[in-house]
């Protein structure tokens, strides 16, 4: 069973930095193809921060464009997010996700959720 192990949220002041990461810890991986941060803030939806493809593309939420950056290593099916200049709207669970592919070009590929991560922002 494939598990996504997030580490780096926590407590911080607005206009403070904080760096997330996920690894895809467990489980049988052929390949991966994109990789990806949602956050959910109280009372509301799951919404996309930033996403990664396999090749390096990579896809924002107006929101955080100019302040987060995603990141990621192949070699470690790793994920990190970047979050500068922080704001207390920013405050979230914070949740990793990965499409990957457990066997052979032609296998489906699955979805994988973190636990989540909270980042509170502080005024």
């Known amino acids: 069973q494939v598990q996504l192990v997030e580490s780096g949220g926590g407590l911080v002041q607005t206009g403070g930095s904080l760096r997330l990461s996920c690894a895809v810890a467990s489980g049988s991986v052929f390949s991966i193809n994109d990789m990806g941060w949602y956050r959910q803030a109280p009372g509301k939806q799951r919404e996309l921060v930033a996403r990664i493809s396999s090749g390096g593309s990579t896809n924002y939420a107006d929101s955080v464009k100019g302040r987060f950056t995603i990141s990621r290593d192949n070699a470690k099916n790793t994920v990190s997010l970047q979050m500068n200049r922080l704001k207390p709207e920013d405050t979230a669970v914070y949740y990793c996700?990965?499409?990957?592919?457990?066997?052979?070009?032609?296998?489906?590929?699955?979805?994988?959720w973190g636990q989540g991560t909270q980042v509170t922002v502080s005024s």
């Open positions: 996700n990965a499409d990957i592919q457990h066997s052979g070009y032609l296998s489906p590929f699955y979805r994988y």
